[in-house]
């Protein structure tokens, strides 16, 4: 069996709702998720009540297999 080389240790909390905020190593500020038109659209969640919109954690898997 192979050493471990990497554990990345993140912190994600949740403030409200699909909001979260997430401290990622190599990042100085937090990262926030949430759910933005399409996505609350397809979850039925009210996009009047979400406040500020931010991206899903799909889109950050999605952007990070595209690189």
Same mark, same amino acid.
């Given at each position: 069996?192979?050493?471990?080389?990497?554990?990345? #240790?993140?912190?994600?909390?949740?403030?409200?709702?699909?909001?979260?905020?997430?401290?990622?190593?190599?990042?100085? #500020?937090?990262?926030?998720?949430?759910?933005?038109?399409?996505?609350?659209?397809?979850?039925?969640?009210?996009?009047?009540?979400?406040?500020?919109?931010?991206?899903?954690?799909?889109?950050?898997?999605?952007?990070?297999?595209?690189?």
């Amino acid at each position: 069996m192979s050493e471990v080389v990497y554990v990345s #240790n993140v912190h994600i909390e949740r403030q409200q709702g699909p909001f979260r905020v997430a401290q990622l190593p190599g990042e100085a #500020n937090p990262v926030k998720f949430s759910v933005h038109s399409a996505v609350a659209k397809h979850y039925g969640v009210d996009e009047a009540k979400l406040g500020e919109t931010h991206a899903t954690t799909l889109d950050y898997v999605v952007a990070a297999a595209g690189g």
